[in-house]
């Protein structure tokens, strides 16, 4: 099947302006992907905007220049600075120079001044059933699943050419005969007590990402609501370890009321019973640091911290004096309150580092650890930061609940509670 | 030998030496943008330069960055001569696609069986205009 344009979009595709450009882009992809057409969009989240290197900076410029305006809502993922001011980002010019002018383009270009992976904490939530062009892994996942919008994984470019047509090219998740479950992740054999504690959502994130790859699966066995901040940790834990971009939970999620209810067919291909011995080895590789006496900094936020996450941070630190630092990475959405309540002065007292705008793993923040020193130790409640922070940071990384994290950084080394699975 | 591809994304005509992956790649984190080093050391190639060699692709990986990362090394002179891929990869090519719409020239990407990548190895293999595929003698 080829690709088929409307005559009003070949006639943007003729032009030589930036919605030209971007009409242009759309089409390509689309005619690479093979769909037969593009769709129109109401939302787009824009992964693009953090900085690579100075080619995707003179692109945004030239759509700024050529008079381009995006044509939906669209907010922006993380960039490279902590334009708040929060941290100090390490980056040089003439590199910071260019991040900073491809922040700008953006804001230029109408997008949203988000600077969030977690968009769907800070207002963005497209309705049920509502085709969308969303980037960045946790929250392409997060909107399919979750909130039960429809997206592909949008990579660079493409997501911001989509937002200024306001169109996507028709395939993949977009289809509703895509969304359908053809595995059973069933955790029913798990404790119930392993199952409400804090570490359950990101390890089985972790372990059904790499189940599952790129298949859609249904997890069955869950009997209560784990809560957003849960969903958010295992979509991001599952979209790092495997290409998992829509999941469902049956009972949970809004496309999936029971198991049967979405299974692509009368039976899953496969079941996968999950033990606890399994839950014991994804947990286990989430760190990459050998026994260790101290650690060197404790990193959470990956997604960006709710309030409600801040709340429990705030409730474990209990005014108490950090050995070394906690970086608690956030959006503007979630800062705003901290500011308003007064808690981002009494965390920063207690030593957290608020992270606005960006993260600990896409630019350098985390002070560069000499040989001499040894590659440091990081500490993460976060399935995602567990999985980027060695390739990306060079920290060695162990991986432990929020209470442990806080309780670990208060004593400058690494404490474990055992929670059996 | 010759072989005619299908052209994924037309561009410059090119030349050079085959660099056949034996294993998928993540553009993003698996190759340095500003010398086209593959830097991921979990890959069998790993530390071999994929500037100016014709590169056979047996897939991709890994983060939707790879578009970023192809079109920075179109921007700074260190792409390959051209990439042969057993099947379209949106994600990647996207970073050829933007790099023309930039008025940069670019290698050509064409789609060949993955079957047929093992003859080309270690040879000097010419892509042509219109996509033909033969080795240099």
């Known amino acids: ?421 | 030998m010759s072989a005619a591809a299908e052209i994924l994304v037309p561009g410059k005509a090119g030349e050079g030496e085959a660099l056949v992956l034996t294993a998928p790649i993540s553009f993003w984190g698996g190759v340095d943008p500003k010398t086209g080093r593959i830097a991921d050391v979990r890959h069998p190639q790993h530390g071999e330069v994929i500037s100016g060699r014709v590169l056979f692709l047996p897939g991709t990986i890994g983060s939707s960055s790879a578009s970023a990362v192809l079109m920075e090394l179109v921007h700074n002179g260190r792409a390959p001569a051209a990439l042969v891929l057993h099947e379209p990869d949106a994600i990647l090519l996207l970073g050829l696609i933007v790099a023309r719409e930039m008025g940069w020239e670019t290698p050509m990407a064409i789609r060949l069986e993955r079957g047929a990548f093992d003859a080309y190895r270690g040879a000097a293999v010419r892509v042509g205009a219109d996509g033909a595929v033969t080795i240099a003698v």
């Open chain 1, 1 to 421: 099947m080829s690709l088929s344009l409307s005559p009003e979009e070949q006639a943007i595709a003729a032009r030589r302006d930036g919605a030209g450009i971007a009409m242009r882009i759309v089409a390509e992809s689309a005619r690479l992907l093979g769909a037969p057409r593009l769709i129109p969009i109401a939302s787009t989240h824009i992964d693009g905007a953090l900085y690579h290197g100075d080619s995707g900076t003179l692109f945004a410029e030239k759509l700024v220049e050529g008079g381009a305006q995006v044509a939906v809502r669209s907010t922006l993922n993380v960039g490279a600075l902590d334009l708040m001011g929060c941290s100090r980002v390490r980056l040089e010019e003439p590199q910071r120079g260019m991040a900073r002018r491809m922040m700008e383009a953006y804001r230029k270009l109408g997008c949203e001044q988000s600077w969030t992976c977690a968009p769907y904490q800070a207002g963005h939530r497209p309705a049920l059933g509502s085709d969308v062009a969303w980037g960045e892994s946790n929250a392409v996942v997060f909107c399919n699943s979750v909130l039960g919008a429809r997206t592909n994984r949008y990579g660079d470019f493409l997501d911001i050419a989509c937002a200024i047509v306001g169109r996507a090219p028709d395939y993949g998740l977009h289809r509703p005969e895509n969304r359908k479950a053809r595995l059973v992740f069933d955790v029913s054999g798990l404790s119930p007590s392993f199952l409400a504690s804090e570490i359950a959502w990101p390890v089985l994130g972790s372990l059904y990402g790499r189940e599952v790859g790129n298949a859609i699966g249904v997890v069955a066995g869950v009997a209560a609501h784990p809560g957003e901040d849960a969903l958010k940790a295992f979509g991001a834990a599952a979209a790092s370890s495997g290409a998992v971009g829509l999941f469902h939970i049956a009972g949970v999620t809004p496309e999936a009321p029971h198991v049967e209810a979405i299974l692509a067919g009368p039976e899953p291909e496969a079941v996968i019973r999950v033990t606890p011995a399994m839950v014991a080895k994804a947990r286990a590789g989430l760190s990459t640091a050998a026994a260790t006496k101290t650690i060197d900094a404790v990193a959470i936020g990956s997604p960006h911290l709710s309030n409600a996450e801040f709340d429990s941070l705030e409730r474990l630190i209990a005014g108490r004096r950090l050995a070394v630092p906690i970086y608690a990475c956030t959006g503007r959405h979630a800062l705003a309150q901290l500011e308003r309540d007064g808690r981002r002065k009494r965390l920063e007292a207690c030593g957290v580092v608020i992270v606005a705008d960006t993260c600990v793993v896409v630019t350098p923040i985390m002070p560069e650890l000499g040989p001499e020193l040894g590659n440091g130790v990081l500490m993460t409640n976060s399935g995602k930061f567990a999985h980027y922070a060695p390739g990306n940071t060079g920290y060695a990384v162990l991986y432990a609940s929020l209470a442990d994290c806080v309780e670990s950084a208060v004593l400058g080394k690494p404490v474990f509670t055992d929670i059996a699975a």
